[in-house]
Structure formats: C-alpha cells, structure tokens
C-alpha cells in the first residue's frame, strides 16, 4: 500500500517593509496642537502666577472697586481678584500637564513634543509679558529667540534621523527572523514526510511476508 504524501508548505511570499513617513502635518500628527496648547497654558500659567502677587492687580483692584461704586481702597476686592488670579494658575498649570502627557502618548519622541512645547511657551509668555505687563523685547530677545528656534530644529532633525534609523534596523531583523522561522517550518514539514515514507514501506514488507507464509502452509 502506497502512502500519499503531504504536500510541502507553500513558499510564503516575501513581505514588504513599510517605510516611515516623514509627514509632519498637523491632520496626521495631532500630537502638535496638543504639544502647542501645553505651552501656551504654560505661558499663560505664569502670566497669572505673576498676577496673584503683582502690583498691577492692586491698580485694577481699584478701577474695579470704583466701578462698583466702592472705596478704591477695598482690600476685600483686591484679596478676591488675586484669589481669582491664582484659581486660574492652578487650572492651567493642570491643564498643561494634561495636554503635555497626551502629547507625549501619541508623539513617537519625546524631545519633538518638548521643542514644540518649549517654543510656544516661550514666543507666548515674551508676547504676553509684552501685552499685559508692558515689557520690552530688545534686539537681543530677538536673537536669542531665532538661536533658540533653529537649535530646536537642529535637535528634532538629528532625533527624527536617529527614530528612522532605529526602525530600520528594527524592521531588517525581523523580517530575518520571520524568514528563519519559515525555513525551519518547512524543513519540519520535510522531515515528517520522510518518516511517514519510512512507516509505510516497513508495513508493506510486512503484509508481503505475512502473505508469503499463509501461502507455505497452504502447500503443507
């Protein structure tokens, strides 16, 4: 009796690695808006932290006290625009982190988020600074700002660079081991199918000399 053999596992076709995309738009990356927003509640953090203690909340204390048809003097007023002030610290200083950890969960770098972070923070609270408390932005802001723009472009760039070469790497020795693992599943398959060869020609020689001998006592 002749055994049929299994046939071999079919040859698996070579997968192609897929190639990172060096897309940094704001629809396919939304970790930018977020990692934006936590500096600009960063920047505004301290613009009323600054205004929790400044004296420029005691002059506003006084128009709003006056308005009200109250003594520019009211400490009352002033004690609960500055408790205001500081409410709104907290608030922001805990959206910040709420905004920054979600950046950070769907960002695939950490220093990407903290140079989009930083950035905003810093152009909002100089703007702000500016705006409210009448600050001045010498010349010299201004070049530190640009040093501090293209450094973080530099910093992003070498650690993007670094994040597709990791990939690679990564994506190379998978595809070998993927490639290993389906030789040594075929050379599996191929020694079973000597073993089941083996197994079925000693039955055969079996059933042929047990033929053999009920032949020999027939003729006895």
Do not use: H
């Amino acid at each position: 009796m002749e055994t049929e053999a299994e046939p071999l596992m079919p040859e698996a076709l070579p997968q192609p690695q897929p190639q990172p995309s060096k897309s940094t738009t704001i629809g396919k990356l939304p970790w930018i808006p977020l990692a934006a927003a936590s500096g600009a509640c960063a920047a505004f953090n301290g613009v009323f932290a600054k205004l929790t203690t400044t004296e420029l909340t005691s002059s506003w204390a006084s128009g709003i006290a006056t308005a009200f048809g109250l003594s520019a003097t009211n400490r009352f007023v002033e004690i609960l625009i500055r408790v205001f002030f500081f409410s709104l610290n907290l608030a922001f200083n805990a959206l910040m982190w709420a905004l920054f950890t979600s950046a950070l969960t769907r960002a695939s770098s950490t220093t990407r988020v903290s140079i989009i972070n930083t950035s905003a923070n810093f152009m909002l609270t100089a703007f702000s600074g500016w705006m409210v408390f009448g600050e001045k932005l010498p010349g010299l802001w201004w070049v530190g700002a640009a040093g501090l723009v293209v450094g973080n472009v530099v910093i992003g760039r070498r650690d993007e660079e670094g994040d597709f070469t990791f990939k690679g790497k990564v994506g190379e020795e998978g595809g070998r081991g993927e490639q290993e693992g389906e030789e040594q599943r075929r050379e599996g398959y191929r020694d079973r199918e000597g073993e089941e060869d083996v197994d079925g020609g000693g039955g055969e020689g079996a059933i042929s000399d047990g033929v053999e001998l009920d032949e020999a006592k027939i003729k006895r």
